[in-house]
């Protein structure tokens, strides 16, 4: 644990008979040897949010089966995904709430994590987005300077290995349970499928999963990295909305105040843009989910138009798990945690977390919100 958290639970013990229902908020910076492309061999520093009630943090032992951590996707950094200071959007104080650890981390390349240092040189973007960046090109972008992926599936899986085992060591458990949202579906789940004596449940929000995908890494193509703009995030979620007062515009704005502030370079470029590594994936596929016997729990929004709502189905008809709920959550997008039936689908993970079941059920279908 690093000394600001020592601090921040030292202070906590003052007064703790009048406070322990008080959250805390921590960040805590666990080293690992890197095996990202980008940096391989040198050491990245990973940033794992926690979350938790200042009684449940001074806990040493005794916790049980109730100790969570976040795995973020594709963009959006996990303090922001699953932490925003938004209304009573942070997925991780509800369930801290409940008397859960919750704890969230960033992969390499994402929000307080280490950024590989070819993330910082807009050379290594699509053309399109070199233009609007650095205005001296023209019409001539320049020429990609890394022709290879920043991370990958497997390095992503390295760095879940490593905040596991922090977490494991802290809190004196055996295992955690992995709550996941779109691409952090073959992130939580691959890592799973290797390690599966270290996790308990899975709760996965719309997973990017692809039942015929490859078994091991091919040939990059693509750039290495990816940017996305306000107006960006906001026409990809207008896009997904289907029913009245679906979400709150100033839940958009708050969001996005928030995806800045953890990317400081990115809120530099044009009027501020958040930067992510292009993620090459495989290995988490139907072969593989054929063997994976951890309860599962999967959500996926009415209106998605980022993960296939029948993608999640395939999920759920392929993973070998008995303990296994298919949830189709009303009037939701892709970003269902921000959006109105918020609170129904907490519910559901926390019941699933505790019981193992949604709705009595612990196998089957269930329906949300409608």
Known sequence: MNRL?????????????????????LDHYVSVVSTAPAMTGQTAQICAREVVLASTGLRQHGLGDRVVLFVHGAGTPAEVAFDTTAQDYSWMAFLAQAGFDTFAMDMTGYGRSTRPTPMNDPCNLANAQQLAFIPQLLNAPCPAKLTQPITTIASDWNDIGAVVDHIL??????KVSLIA?????????GYAALHPEKVSHMVLLAPAYNRSGPDKQGDFRGVAVNTQSHAEFTANWDRQVGCAEQYDKATNEAVWKEMLESDPVGATWGTGVRRAPSVPSWGWNAAVVAKTTIPTLMFSGQYDKQVNPASVRNLYADIASPK?????????????MWEKNHVAMFRASLEWLTAGTVGGKEAGEVRLGY
């Open 5 to 25: 958290c020592i601090a921040l639970i030292c202070i906590a013990c003052i007064g703790m008979a009048d406070d322990g229902d008080r959250l805390l908020r």
């Open 169 to 174: 060591a802290l809190r004196h458990v055996e």
């Open 181 to 189: 949202w779109s691409q952090g579906g073959p992130r939580a789940g």
């Open 324 to 336: 296994k709920v298919f949830v189709d959550l009303a009037c939701s997008s892709h970003n269902a």
